[in-house]
């Protein structure tokens, strides 16, 4: 079976520094990885994925993520947070060998950007 | 905007009523897979629905149903509903020609309040 930890419900970072919000996963094949965000009131908002290749996979609104492999992280990352990126994230993975495809979603982590 | 379209964005009904949730997916798409958010579950996956088909199912309570129409939109039905299913409905679609790899487009989401 497959499965997501986002292990912080919540990060703080200050406006101007860099961010980083963690997701480790679990599959018994190849892992197709996902980062989605959510503002409040909206639904998920698709970010960036890893498929194949690179390991630093570029997305939207400046975020990278970095697939490593030995050990199963795909950590969100941005060089420079904005305030308006506070909302929650999402990490999400798929994984045909379970026999399901369904995308399993992590808990989500609140970012919060401070002025 | 994911151009997943769900209606109505907001929903207050009583206790052992029925409710019917739609989905208009982006145009192209014939996956549709319907999820629970709630606080203390998190995103929770319901069913996908694919063609027409039902394709996968997952945490979904005999009270509720769903089905995809000939015109690839979708409604997802609530019935006998408790104040426990008071929760955030999100409807996603996806092109499916690579069930992995493809990414999964998240609509605004219905927001169901029983009372």
């Known amino acids: 079976a497959q499965s997501v930890a986002q292990p912080e419900d919540q990060v703080n970072v200050a406006e101007g520094n860099p961010l980083t919000v963690k997701c480790t996963y679990s599959?018994?094949?190849?892992?197709?990885l996902f980062w989605y965000v959510q503002y409040p009131n909206r639904g998920l908002q698709f970010l960036l994925k890893?498929?194949?290749?690179?390991?630093l996979v570029k997305g939207s609104y400046g975020f990278e993520a970095e697939f490593n492999k030995s050990q199963t992280s795909f950590h969100l990352k941005k060089p420079s947070a904005l305030v308006s990126d506070s909302a929650l994230y999402f990490c999400?993975?798929?994984?045909?060998?379970?026999?399901?495809?369904?995308?399993?979603f992590g808990r989500g982590t609140s970012l919060i950007v401070h002025p | 905007d994911s151009g997943v379209t769900q209606t109505p964005k907001h929903l207050i009904t009583a206790t052992g009523q029925r409710v019917t949730l739609r989905c208009s997916p982006r145009?192209?798409?014939?996956?549709v897979y319907w999820y629970q958010q709630s606080l203390d579950q998190g995103l929770q996956f319901l069913i996908q629905?694919?063609?027409?088909?039902?394709?996968a199912k997952g945490n979904i309570l005999e009270r509720f149903s769903a089905q995809q129409f000939p015109d690839l939109h979708s409604e997802l039905n609530l019935s006998s509903l408790e104040l426990g299913d008071s929760a955030l409905y999100f409807c996603?679609?996806?092109?499916?020609?690579?069930?992995?790899?493809?990414?999964?487009?998240f609509g605004e989401g219905s927001w169901l309040t029983v009372v």
């Open positions: 996603a679609s996806s092109v499916e020609g690579d069930p992995i790899g493809n990414t999964i487009y």
């Open positions: 599959v018994s094949g190849n892992p197709y």
């Open positions: 890893y498929i194949t290749g690179d390991n």
């Open positions: 999400a993975v798929r994984d045909l060998s379970g026999g399901s495809y369904i995308p399993t």
């Open positions: 145009s192209g798409d014939l996956s």
């Open positions: 629905y694919y063609n027409g088909e039902e394709r």
